[in-house]
């Protein structure tokens, strides 16, 4: 049973679309403070950047409270150390009610109580198993995945199911199976989760914060990524062992049936989420197909085994953006800029702050070297000029 | 009850006019559905992803193609990129100034990026500057701050703050404390500086917007050098400096409700007076102890300031 009534769901979600629509400039403030005053909960918001902050301190006492029990207690066996952990875990989980009770919503202080509870009862459970190092891990991760689910069905919190969703996909890797095996097993929870939220057909309007829309997402993303093996070492230097299973001998080898089902996969995933998705206009799942599709098109020349070319960035680049300006001029040619209710126009004004922000956080991925660390004329060039906001104009950038 | 269940009833009561009613509930219904943000996002992706290309182009194969060879399509992409967004721009205003179309800001951000591959190569193979061609990187920040300004685009606001920040010597990229105490004071001053500017250009009246851009770059660098100075044994020129920093971004935060400068100043305060304290010689017990009243103190007093404030923002 959830802590909030679906009312009280229903009237915060709407308080914040009317918030957004007399930002838009779609509400005049008179109507806006008129509605806002009928959607009153006695539920306590805060501001995001606030809602971080209490986040942080919350966990922060609530590790070091457990480190400092641990110091005090200085337990040996494992059982000991169980005791300390779900016990601890009990306590936040009663915390984070008591911090509903007195009607917190999405305060950072509840949710962070709510998490560190259930990493430390799968601390505790992992301890219980700590006999066989194997079922250690495989106790541990199933009971992190329970946890979320309680904590979504409880709270409400989302990203508390997709984290589920996520470390339930990681208990393949655990066991002693091929990587084929691994990665399929792995594949399929993420494809069962997708298959029953979609079957569960509850994306409507209707229910406020069920957050299935983000879950779906997820799956979606995580089957992709466990049915990409070239990701990894595509996008990170990351060595071939990295992602298999500890008990395996050698470094194993990818049998050719599943590289070629893992290539079509790589094509179809994108096709049909970005299908789905245009079709019931989910901007996540959009959203995700397209990040899924760019994976694909950065990846796929190691499917094939082609070398890889330096310019091959410059055409990925001039690829994505005529592919934007192609869209745009296909939707503004059509009857009042529009196609099928697609446009390319802002029409809410949080998109705007959006951009705003990703504007600023340009600036923190400087590519050039500062002034500092060159102490004579450099002689190599050497790239970095585009990696994103910075003028790259140093002799070494 | 859903969303558009309310809407109906709002219009039946007259909270909301019929044309409202239409044009919200057609979002609702996602009768019509705005990709804009995509398509800012493959945009922006694309000229990362070209520029990128570019450069890495350029390092591997200068020797083999020649100078001519690189410097002249480059001068032709970056000569094109000015010429579309002159030949576009709407007339110069102080106010905020919607781009003519989707692709405009990018086009200019390319040509700015690709302005700065084209003169660290210059500089590499010419060594016009020698030792001074760190100036390079001050003529580029002025000539990104020039077109921000007059194209007003936050984009390219953002690349000549971090190329202004490099000229200083300090990299943006990552706050790396340790790191920043060698060039802490060109920190500090670029901070000061740069704060001073986007007040400055506020109170002009020219590109008002533009403020909050100023302010997130600088505060971090400047809380960030100053906590690298709270770090060091002779701290005690910095300690009250940094104190008065984080609470003055605090109180600026909470007076113009910039909750992102409140979370600065109670973060930065929080790490500036637990470096003090536990830089002294303690035992586990006690430093968690610290952890454990220390966050207790900060989250009752978010508590009572948050209960102030409502929620705003």
């Keep these: 049973m959830r802590v909030y009534s679906t009312l009280e769901e229903e009237n915060i979600r709407d308080r914040n679309l009317v918030r957004e629509w007399s930002a838009s400039g779609l509400l005049d403030s008179s109507q806006s403070a008129s509605i806002q005053a009928q959607l009153q909960t006695d539920l306590r918001q805060t501001n995001g950047f606030l809602r971080a902050v209490f986040w942080f301190f919350t966990s922060l006492i609530s590790i070091a409270g457990v480190a400092l029990s641990a110091v005090i207690l200085r337990p040996h066996e494992h059982t000991e150390w169980a005791v300390i952990f779900v016990t601890s875990s009990l306590a936040c989980w009663a915390l984070a009610e008591f911090a509903c009770r007195k009607r917190l919503y999405r305060y950072g202080i509840e949710e962070a109580l709510a998490v560190i509870s259930v990493v430390l009862v799968s601390l505790g459970v992992a301890q219980m198993f700590s006999g066989s190092a194997r079922w250690e891990d495989v106790a541990g991760l199933a009971m992190a995945a329970i946890g979320g689910i309680a904590i979504y069905y409880r709270f409400g919190f989302v990203y508390a199911a997709v984290a589920s969703m996520v470390v339930s996909a990681a208990i393949p890797f655990q066991l002693d199976m091929g990587i084929e095996e691994k990665r399929i097993a792995s594949a399929i929870v993420f494809t069962v989760i997708l298959v029953s939220v979609r079957q569960s057909g509850l994306q409507s309007d209707s229910s406020a914060g069920s957050g299935l829309a983000a879950t779906e997402a997820g799956a979606w993303l995580g089957t992709y990524l466990m049915l990409n093996i070239q990701l990894a070492t595509t996008l990170f230097v990351v060595p071939a062992w990295f992602f298999y299973s500890p008990y395996q001998s050698s470094t194993p080898q990818i049998a050719t049936w599943f590289f070629l089902f893992s290539w079509a996969m790589i094509w179809l995933l994108p096709a049909a989420g970005l299908w789905l998705g245009l079709a019931k206009k989910e901007r996540l799942l959009i959203d995700v197909s397209i990040a899924m599709t760019l994976l694909t098109l950065i990846t796929n020349k190691r499917y094939l085994g082609s070398a890889a070319h330096e310019w091959d960035l410059m055409i990925l680049g001039i690829v994505l953006m005529t592919a934007a300006i192609v869209i745009r001029r296909w939707l503004q040619s059509g009857p009042n800029g529009e196609r099928d209710g697609f446009t390319a126009l802002r029409l809410l004004r949080s998109d705007e702050r959006k951009l705003a922000a990703v504007s600023i956080a340009s600036s923190m991925m400087q590519p050039h070297a500062s002034s500092a660390k060159q102490t004579n004329t450099p002689h190599d060039f050497r790239e970095g000029g585009g990696s994103s906001g910075g003028g790259g104009a140093t002799g070494n950038f | ?313």
């Excluded at chain 2, 609470?247 to 910039?258: E, S, V």
């Excluded at chain 2, 100043?265 to 968690?288: E, V």
Aim: glycine fraction near 8%.
């Design chain 2, 1 to 313: 009850m859903t969303t558009l269940e309310r809407l109906e009833n709002w219009r039946r009561s007259g909270a909301i006019r019929e044309e409202q009613y239409k044009t919200i509930s057609a979002l609702v219904r996602k009768e019509r559905f705005s990709v804009f943000l995509e398509l800012n996002a493959l945009l922006y992706l694309g000229v990362l992803s070209f520029v990128a290309g570019a450069g890495w182009t350029v390092r591997t194969y200068f020797a083999h193609l020649g100078d001519a060879a690189i410097v002249i399509p480059l001068t032709i992409l970056i000569g094109a990129s000015f010429y579309y967004c002159f030949s576009r721009v709407k007339p110069y205003s102080n106010l905020q100034v919607e781009s003519p179309n989707l692709g405009f800001d990018y086009i200019l951000y390319l040509g700015c990026l690709l302005l700065g591959v084209e003169l660290g190569y210059l500089e590499t193979r010419l060594h016009l500057l020698n030792s001074q061609w760190d100036y390079y990187l001050l003529f580029s920040a002025l000539v990104f701050f020039a077109s921000a300004y007059r194209f007003d685009n936050r984009f390219v606001l953002s690349l000549a703050l971090s190329t202004l920040a490099a000229w200083f010597g300090i990299k943006t990229s990552r706050f790396e404390f340790f790191e920043l105490s060698a060039v802490r004071i060109s920190a500090i001053a670029y901070g000061v500086i740069v704060i001073i500017a986007g007040f400055f250009l506020q109170r002009a009246g020219i590109k008002k917007h533009f403020l909050e851009t100023y302010l997130h770059i600088a505060t971090n660098v400047l809380l960030a050098a100053l906590v690298s100075g709270v770090g060091e044994k002779a701290s005690g020129f910095y300690l009250p400096i940094a104190l008065a920093a984080a609470a003055i971004t605090f109180w600026g935060g909470l007076r113009y409700r910039r909750f992102a400068f409140v979370a600065y100043g109670i973060i930065y305060g929080y790490i500036i007076i637990s470096i003090q304290i536990l830089s002294a010689r303690m035992g586990d017990t006690l430093i968690l102890t610290y952890f454990v009243i220390s966050g207790a103190i900060v989250l009752l007093g978010m508590i009572l300031l948050a209960r102030r404030i409502g929620r705003t923002a």
